[in-house]
């Protein structure tokens, strides 16, 4: 997961960074013209879960305030270096999610940031379930029919956007700029389409009923959802598959 992080202080970035790092962060350095600088593109499907760090200073609201002015919805946490009620409310006024005390630790960050994005995207738990799955905003791997599906790095980014917008078409770009849109090394989009089919076979290998879960709506991108009650088939007493007719006649 990116995370944009403007801490002024030199003494404390290195330590910082490394902090982030240690759960998995993907820490992008920013200076105080970012706040100044043409912020739209934050408002692009898949970059609007980027969270932004604020560290401790005398601009923190104007820059909180520039953020939310430009529209983006972007999670944006406050490090503080004492806690001071009176600085915690003006930065939540101003539109922070949240405030922080240093030293911070990068476990927490990451779960305040997920269950801000969670919230937003409409998820109030921890988790949601989607047929034989059971999908995580925390970090773990899916659960499918209550096994673990070990996901890659890169299946595991991909699966957590579809899962924040299941049973909704999410495009393959916005999946492409959630994952691969701050790397000095980008690959062509069609990567999307590899992994996509990576995570197809594992869901059908691993679920009794071998539904696949994540449909290609074509000139719109994918959708994350149940088997459709529509479909042609109908799940036997033991998980297999078997046409509604065979089924019907017995």
């Not at 030293?103 to 988790?127: D, F, M, Q, T, W």
């Not at 994540?214 to 459709?228: D, M």
């Amino acid at each position: 997961m990116h995370i944009y992080v403007f801490e002024p202080r030199d003494g404390r970035i290195r330590g910082l960074l490394s902090e982030l790092e240690s759960v998995g962060l993907q820490p992008v350095i920013i200076g105080a013209h970012f706040f100044y600088s043409d912020l739209s593109t934050l408002n692009q499907k898949g970059v609007d879960t980027r969270a932004i760090l604020i560290g401790d200073c005398p601009e923190v609201t104007e820059h909180i305030r520039a953020i939310r002015s430009s529209g983006c919805r972007n999670p944006v946490l406050v490090m503080r270096d004492f806690k001071n009620s009176r600085d915690a409310s003006e930065a939540l006024d101003a539109g922070a999610d949240d405030v922080m005390v240093s030293p911070i630790k990068g476990i927490e960050v990451l779960s305040r940031i997920n269950s801000i994005i969670r919230r937003a995207y409409g998820h109030a738990a921890e988790s949601i379930s989607v047929g034989e799955i059971t999908a995580f905003f925390d970090g773990r791997d899916p659960l499918v029919s209550g096994a673990r599906l070990k996901l890659s790095n890169r299946e595991h980014a991909i699966f957590q956007h579809l899962a924040l917008n299941a049973n909704k078409v999410i495009s393959k770009g916005a999946i492409y700029d959630a994952v691969y849109g701050m790397s000095d090394d980008q690959p062509f989009d069609k990567v999307i389409d590899v992994y996509i089919c990576k995570l197809r076979k594992k869901i059908a290998d691993a679920s009794p009923s071998g539904h696949q879960y994540i449909e290609t709506v074509y000139g719109r991108g994918y959708k994350f959802s149940e088997l459709e009650t529509s479909s042609k088939v109908k799940l036997a007493a033991y998980g297999k598959a078997e046409p509604l007719g065979t089924v019907a006649a017995r």
